[in-house]
Structure formats: C-alpha cells, structure tokens
C-alpha cells in the first residue's frame, strides 16, 4: 500500500543550515516525557570546548575531541555494572525465574550465585517465589525476556542499596513498574539476609570482566555511527538554570537593566552498556533516564549488533530533534494524522509524541540504510572477486544475475524493516531513508558545524572571563566558524552599549 509522508523543516536537520542561529532568538525547547524505552528525551546543548589557549588559563574540563582515539569517553560511553541491577536479578534467580534453555547449562555465573543462595532462609524464598508467580506474565508468547523486562525498568527507578529507595506510586512510573514495585521490600529483605549482599563486591567485579570484552566492539560501533553520520555525539550541554522568585516587596518591579538571565548549567549526556549476567539470553533492554540512556545486555553480546546500535543512533540522533523542536511541532498536525491514520490501520495505539515519533524515524531510517549499504558493500567486493575469477562469459553472466538477484533481495529486506517501522509509530522512516540515501557519501555533517557552535557562543555571551577564555579556545580549534564569532562579538557589544 502507498503511503503518503510529509516534507518537514527537519530536512534542514539533512539537507541544509537554514535554521543555523535559531538559537538566538529562543531559549532551548522543553522535550516531553515519554514512558519505559523511550522515557526521555533530553534537551541538548553542545559543550563549550576548552584547550590551553590563553597565559596560565585555570583549570578547566578536557576539549572534546572528535571521535578518532579507542577512549569510549570520546563517544559518551560508559560500560558499567548496576549494583541495583545486580541485586534484583538474582533475589528473581532466588524467586524461581530461569531462562535458561531446556538441556542447556546454566552460565557460570548463574551456577555461582545459586550455590551462594543455597542456603537462603526458606520463608524469604518462598515469598520470592509467591511474588514472582503472582505477578508473572500470562500472555501466550511471553518470553524469558518479556518477564524481566518489568523488572529491569523498577531496578531503574530505585535508589542504590541497601536502602533501595522505591519512587512514589505515579501513573507517569515506566510501563510495568506498579505491578512489581512491591518486589522492592522483598529486595530489601534479600540483600540483608541473603549472601549477596557480602558478595556484592565479587559480582561487580564479574560484570566488570564481562564489560571489559565489550569496549573494542562498542568503539567500532560507534565509529561506524559516526562515520555515517559524519559527526559527533553531543555529550555536553547547557541549559538556563531555573531562578528562583523574588521576595515580594510591594509591587515595585525590578528595572529592565537590573534583571539578569539566569546563569547556564552544565548537563551530562551518557550512554552507559550495562552488563547484566544474569539476563536471559538475548535479551537487551534500552532505558532512557533523563541525560542517561542504558543498555542492559545479556554476556556475550556483541556491541555492533543492530538492536545496541539502535540504542546508540538514538543517543546520537534524540538532540537533533530537540534542536528542531520548533520545526518538528509546526508540523504537528500532519505528524498526528499520520499516526492517527496508521492507529486506525492496525487496531492500537499509538505514541501520540510527534517528537518521539520524529526520532524513531531517523533512528529506524538510519539502522536500515547503514545496514543496507554495509551489506551492498559486501556484495558488491564478492562479485568483483567472482569476475576477476570467471573463465568465461558464461560464468560472469551467472555472477552479475545473482548478485543483481541478491541486491533486489537486500533492498526488499530494507523496505520490510522500514515497514515494520511505520508500524510501531515510526512514520517518517521512509522520508529519512530517502534523504539519508542521497546524503551518503557527500561528507556533510548531520549536526552541522554552524550548530555545535551555538552552545559555545551562548556561553560566550556569559560575558565572563571562563566564558570568552572558552570562546577563544573554540575558535582557535576551528570549532566555531568565523562568521558566528563576528555575529557573537556584535552581539556582545550591544549588550555592552545598553549598560
């Protein structure tokens, strides 16, 4: 069936730098709250790079560099265990729940953790076990992974043991969390009476040996990330801190000159791949807490899989749509229809976030052509080796009809992902698909130079002595382009001539 997609002004996101000093006329946008995988999306602002440009400068952050040494720091990575994460999957170990495989072997550290609890208090496993049977899924289909998945999200929401502090009772908690949010006093009582709270230590340091074996692949993750894109993770940014409301002293108002914007506060963006041994196999959950996005993975995981990837594209691609916000609700109206006419279609609901929307069409659009160029790439290099090999005409006219045969069955492949896409909500996939393939190749940074500079030059016109030392160290790294400084310095002296 055809389906109809609307032109947006994000295409300026790909295709232009019509929107470049956007910033000047608007503070930042505020994103919506969105539920479990997709529960936030964060505002970004690019960070101000420092560097050593001035005599005996003070002492600052590193300049982020662009993305060329291993440093996992370079691409706003982290590979980190989850005590709380930890905790709660083996006091579910305790409570009965296994997902491994019939007439498989339990992983190694499964059968460690079930001799340290081999000697748990009957009464406390008995509950476990009451808890977790209750509250299992009952849904025909439901996997290893559907099970956890629930608890995985409340482990997100607690607060670092033993206190495991439990958020209030909100229908704005992530999917699934109410129906196990009670799982937490039992947690509690697990840490305290159980082993594991005694072999915590040892079990970090376990998930810690497992991370280790995941930072060269999640670098070249995220080079081919990057490399496709042709940019770099935002990983710093500023927004304006919230003042707090004067004391009321009669009606007398504040004069003009005598108000100040509120001072900019810094915010870190991670994306934090979350070993997890006793996940069930397979199964990867992505949580988006605020700045951070998780990636819990199960051992032996491998970072360039597309499901961790996708992850990452949109810890990547979440503050490009922030940064066209304006744009993206000025075509608010036909993004909901569309969502709208395809709820209709399928029968169910679905995100009515036309920015949450927005992103997981990039996102979607994006793992399906890196996907499809990296394969068409592969074929292409394997039929040029069948030809050069070819003894006659005949061979090579077999060679060029199979691989024109495998590259119609690649892109039916590309077509069937970005359907399943539109499906799920994402109903811009095939638009960006489009603009992504004429862009591949042509070197343009998707971020746009001009952009990144905008947080530098809005601290820059901080007008303190950090700020502009900052400022001058961006420009001498080439980071902000000479027009946006001149445009800055303009600005600055007006502000300078209105004292």
């Known amino acids: 069936m055809k389906k109809s997609f609307v032109s947006l002004a994000l295409v300026a996101l790909l295709c232009g730098q019509s929107a470049a000093l956007a910033w000047q006329s608007s503070p930042p946008a505020e994103r919506p709250q969105a539920s479990q995988a997709q529960s936030a999306k964060p505002q970004a602002r690019p960070a101000p790079a420092t560097a050593a440009q001035q005599p005996q400068p003070p002492p600052r952050r590193p300049v982020e560099r662009r993305p060329s040494s291993p440093d996992l720091a370079d691409y706003g990575i982290q590979i980190a265990p989850d005590p709380r994460l930890i905790v709660l999957m083996a006091a579910l170990e305790a409570a009965g729940f296994d997902p491994t495989p019939k007439g ?81 006093p039992l947690v509690r009582e697990f840490l305290l009476k159980s082993s594991a709270g005694g072999r915590l230590p040892d079990y970090l340091q376990m998930h810690r040996a497992e991370g280790d074996k995941l930072r060269g692949p999640a670098v070249e993750m995220a080079r081919a990330v990057l490399t496709y894109f042709n940019t770099r993770p935002e990983t710093i940014f500023y927004e304006r801190a919230e003042s707090a409301a004067p004391a009321a002293q009669g009606n007398r108002k504040k004069p003009k000159q005598e108000q100040k914007a509120p001072p900019l506060r810094e915010r870190m963006r991670r994306f934090v791949i979350v070993p997890d041994l006793l996940a069930a196999p397979g199964a990867i959950n992505f949580r988006v807490v605020r700045d951070d996005y998780f990636v819990v993975v199960p051992a032996g995981t491998d970072p360039r899989s597309s499901e961790l990837r996708r992850g990452y594209l949109q810890y990547v691609v979440d503050p490009l749509v922030a940064r066209f916000s304006r744009e993206v609700a000025a075509k608010r109206p036909e993004i909901k229809s569309l969502l709208d006419a395809e709820a209709a279609r399928k029968g169910r609901a679905l995100t009515p976030d036309v920015f949450l929307a927005t992103a997981r069409s990039l996102v979607a659009a994006a793992d399906a052509r890196m996907d499809e160029t990296a394969r068409l790439r592969a074929l292409q290099l394997e039929t040029s080796a069948q030809l050069q090999s070819a003894r006659d005409a005949a061979a090579r006219d077999a060679a060029l009809k199979e691989s024109k045969q495998r590259q119609s069955a690649i892109a039916d492949e590309s077509v069937a992902r970005l359907a399943e896409a539109y499906e799920r909500g994402a109903v811009l996939s095939f638009h960006f698909a489009e603009q992504l393939r004429g862009l591949e190749g042509s070197g343009f940074d998707i971020a746009s130079r001009t952009h990144v500079a905008s947080g530098r030059i809005l601290a820059f016109l901080e007008r303190t002595a950090d700020a502009m030392r900052e400022f001058d160290a961006a420009i001498a790294l080439a980071d902000i382009p000479n027009g946006a400084y001149r445009e800055a310095l303009a600005e600055k002296k007006k502000l300078s001539e209105k004292k």
């Open 104 to 184: 498989a072997e339990a992983s190694a550290f499964r059968g460690v953790v079930r001799q340290d609890l081999s000697e748990l208090d009957p009464a406390l496993r008995a509950r476990l076990k009451d808890f977790y049977e209750r509250y299992k899924l009952t849904d025909e289909g439901a996997t290893a992974a559907d099970q956890t998945a629930r608890y995985v999200s409340l482990a997100y929401t607690l607060g670092p043991p033993p206190e495991f502090e439990a958020p209030p009772r909100s229908d704005d908690l992530p999917a699934g969390v109410l129906d196990v949010l009670d799982f937490v």
